[in-house]
């Protein structure tokens, strides 16, 4: 990753919230939220535990929690992700771990919010989400 603008160091522990227009580097560990209006890569030797939002957001290490990623999202074979993700485009390599639930928009549409998405047991729109019948008859 090219002109990174802020890099956390292989000894650095940070609680609190990181965010920052330019791109990110973690290689240390992060207690709290990472946003980046541009791109967050998590080294090998990283461990993120809080949400990760970021454009593109590529992961060597290991992050816990949520990632919305409104390009990209890479999973490298040393990767591990433990939580949910909003993501348009979703690589996972050989080797990689990633334990939750991804979310990817439709055809051409934005990167959902699943916060917002009311779910049954079986991923299935809740009676609440679902058209009702006298909505579709005409």
Do not use: W
């Not at 802020?6 to 650095?12: A, D, K, P």
């Not at 917002?116 to 079986?122: A, I, R």
């Amino acid at each position: 990753m090219e002109n990174v603008d802020t890099i956390i160091g292989l000894n650095v522990n940070l609680k609190g919230n990181l965010k920052n227009q330019g791109s990110i580097q973690v290689n240390g560990s992060v207690e709290g939220e990472v946003r980046s209006d541009d791109n967050v890569n998590v080294g090998e030797t990283a461990v993120i535990k809080g949400p990760v939002i970021a454009k593109v957001i590529e992961v060597s290490g290991t992050i816990k929690g949520l990632i919305e990623a409104t390009e990209k999202l890479e999973i490298n074979a040393t990767g591990k992700v433990i939580g949910d993700i909003n993501v348009k485009t979703l690589i996972i390599k050989q080797g990689a771990i990633f334990v939750g639930k991804s979310t990817m928009p439709d055809q051409g549409g934005e990167v959902a919010d699943a916060k917002d998405k009311k779910l049954d047991e079986d991923n299935q729109p809740t009676e609440e989400e679902k058209p009702s019948e006298e909505n579709s008859k005409s």
